[in-house]
């Protein structure tokens, strides 16, 4: 009788642990980090729980899958570009446990509706997450326009951050700062 009305009253704890469980969507973001010593990707930089990276090789997903617990891997290269890639990305990242979802991002940067996706993702996780492209500028720019456009940062944070996450094109940066001013 005494266990029975110990996990009753454990109820109310549980329900607000679950509740208070931190979504991707609800962090707050700082400037990712460059990380050193990563074989296997060309650049990988890292926010809290979001890693920011070039195309990854098999073994990269398999670090982060295993070592450091990704759960989701958004990918967005064009459906062109992955066609041109030597292995399924889609098949290597769930055979590891993860989920994949592929916004396709053009090479001029992404529009609101992929920003809204790449939100509505995020906000749908809980675990770590891998976003990439073939250099990490189209990442860069994704985050950039997500910060301002979901998260309400200033111009100069998200550019600070969309920088550090692998945008170095001054043309990418101006359609960004185009589609942010178009809220």
Request: proline share 7%; aromatic share 6%.
């Amino acid at each position: 009788m005494r266990s029975k009305r110990a996990i009753i009253g454990m109820i109310p704890v549980v329900i607000l642990l679950t509740a208070c469980q931190p979504t991707i969507g609800r962090m707050e973001p700082g400037a990712p980090v460059v990380l050193e010593g990563w074989q296997g990707v060309r650049r990988i930089a890292k926010d809290g729980p979001i890693f920011f990276a070039s195309q990854p090789e098999r073994a990269v997903f398999r670090r982060l899958a295993e070592e450091e617990s990704v759960k989701l891997v958004i990918n967005i290269r064009t459906h062109a570009e992955m066609s041109r890639f030597p292995f399924d990305e889609q098949a290597i990242v769930e055979e590891l446990g993860m989920e994949y979802v592929h916004i396709p991002c053009p090479s001029d940067g992404p529009d609101r509706a992929m920003v809204d996706r790449f939100a509505e993702e995020l906000a749908g996780t809980t675990g770590p997450v891998l976003l990439h492209c073939l250099a990490s500028l189209r990442v860069g720019a994704l985050w950039m326009a997500y910060l301002s456009l979901h998260r309400g940062f200033d111009v100069v944070t998200a550019t600070a951050a969309g920088r550090a996450a692998g945008l170095n094109s001054e043309p990418l940066l101006n359609i960004v700062l185009e589609l942010i001013e178009d809220r």
